[in-house]
């Protein structure tokens, strides 16, 4: 599986980004899919996950209410959508498929990171 993220760069605080993760070598529609981040220094840390049928949606406390995740499995693609972006939303984001929990260590398959600098 290999997993390609794109849509990052830099915005100022208050605006949006969307993030894709495109999927090749394996169909999404036979896993879960998350978003994690890491901020310079700092642990990965869980963003938000959706699965197999996107029935099932969480986020991390600090992402309620501004972000979306969201998926296409006929485009094999994973998205998420980020509004009110904030200075401490600045991070590599990254992909991961084959899990259902927010823990990273949990996940067999990342994307390469998009990076996401929000300015104040």
């Known amino acids: 599986v290999q997993l390609v993220e794109s849509g990052g760069g830099l915005v100022q605080a208050g605006g949006s980004l969307r993030l894709s993760c495109a999927a090749s070598?394996?169909?999404?529609?036979?896993?879960?899919m998350a978003w994690f981040r890491q901020a310079p220094g700092k642990e990965r840390e869980f963003v938000s996950k959706i699965s197999r049928s996107g029935s099932m949606i969480s986020y991390t406390d600090s992402v309620k209410g501004r972000f979306t995740i969201s998926r296409d499995n006929a485009k094999n693609t994973v998205y998420l959508e980020m509004n009110s972006l904030k200075p401490e939303d600045t991070a590599v984001y990254y992909c991961?498929?084959?899990?259902?929990?927010?823990?990273?260590?949990?996940?067999?398959?990342w994307g390469q990171g998009t990076q996401v600098t929000v300015s104040s």
């Open positions: 991961a498929a084959g899990s259902s929990s927010w823990r990273a260590d949990n996940y067999d398959y």
């Open positions: 070598g394996y169909s999404i529609s036979n896993v879960n």
